[in-house]
């Protein structure tokens, strides 16, 4: 019980810091199952090993400026301190905009039992986000909110993480940029505001038989002003060496909120694979389409990630790691 209490004290915590934010600008991850501390700094460590891994992302392939994200993360466990420790590189670009950002990230791994734990995690870092008015075709010549050449802001950013686990199971609930509403972004109208996203994360193991197990998941994203997103995947693992698996995005329209026409009913289908090469090295690829939500078409997304798992001097999980 008083786990319990002080789960959803810091839960209710994240909700209330979110309760004015707007617009989402973050990028997606449709392979948030295969490398989470892209989403949640809590998850440092949960290797037990030293883990590296780079993500690649193009999104709406054939739309001039469509977004397109690269990020890279390691992350390592100290035993005796029971604390991860780690860090990711991210660039993200959407048309004349580009985000460059870095963090570390520390997270605390309480036992709760021989196989379950409790992270706490945080990520703190820094931004540096740009806007090239030279790309921008304004409507108005000499618009005064458009920079006529490249303008800068580098701002302070605070990720925080909560990641419950075992050897079958995983529940997340994260939040990003947490110090939007002490920075000052007096940017004219063009520059994008940063404001906190919700995450909420889960996923199960299910042994079928020997050689064949199934792990269903989910992701919750909400900035609390655009629609929520909800993406439900399942993989089934064929020798605990390939993964093949099938997801579907949607918006959620929530009520009090004022949406662009067509956004409520932004939808993909998702078809994820990926294998394990070595026992240290693993390859993923997901391909998502969107079929509906768009006036100008439909778009097709590609993800690409690859990680390496250093393999340890001293056998030291209890449990497997599927997550």
Not at 28 to 50: D, E, T
Not at 178 to 184: I, N, P, R, T
Not at 244 to 266: N, W
Request: hydrophobic residues 40%.
């Amino acid at each position: 019980m008083k786990l319990f209490k002080i789960i959803t004290l810091i839960a209710g915590c994240i909700l209330l810091s979110l309760s004015h934010s707007f617009g989402q600008q973050v990028p997606q991850y449709s392979q948030y199952i295969f490398n989470p501390v892209f989403i949640n700094p809590a998850y440092a460590g949960y290797k037990q090993q030293l883990y590296l891994q780079s993500y690649y992302r193009k999104q709406w392939t054939g739309v001039t400026g469509s977004p397109e994200t690269f990020a890279v993360a390691g992350d390592t466990y100290l035993a005796e301190s029971q604390l991860g420790v780690g860090g990711q590189f991210l660039t993200d670009k959407l048309g004349a905009q580009r985000t460059v950002s870095a963090y570390g990230n520390l997270a605390y791994h309480l036992r709760l039992s021989d196989t379950k734990f409790l992270s706490f995690g945080v990520g703190a870092g820094v931004v540096n986000s740009q806007l090239d008015g030279s790309m921008l075709n304004p409507d108005m010549d000499n618009d005064p909110s458009i920079p006529l050449s490249k303008d800068r802001i580098t701002y302070p950013d605070l990720k925080l993480g909560l990641f419950l686990y075992d050897e079958s199971y995983y529940i997340g609930v994260a939040a990003d940029q947490m110090l939007s509403s002490v920075v000052d972004f007096d940017k004219g109208d063009v520059m994008v505001e940063p404001k906190p996203h919700l995450y909420l994360t889960g996923g199960y193991h299910f042994d079928i038989n020997y050689n064949l197990s199934l792990v269903p998941s989910i992701m919750y994203m909400d900035d609390f002003k655009a629609p929520a997103r909800l993406d439900a995947n399942a993989a089934l693992i064929i020798n605990d060496a390939v993964w093949l698996g099938a997801g579907y995005r949607f918006g959620i329209d929530m009520p009090g909120r004022e949406i662009q026409d067509g956004l409520q009913k932004s939808t993909a289908v998702i078809g994820m694979v990926q294998v394990q090469i070595r026992e240290s090295l693993r390859l993923g690829y997901v391909y998502d389409h969107t079929i509906s939500g768009f006036s100008v078409g439909s778009f097709s997304t590609h993800d690409i990630s690859i990680a390496f798992l250093f393999p340890p001097k001293r056998v030291r999980l209890v449990s497997p790691r599927f997550f």
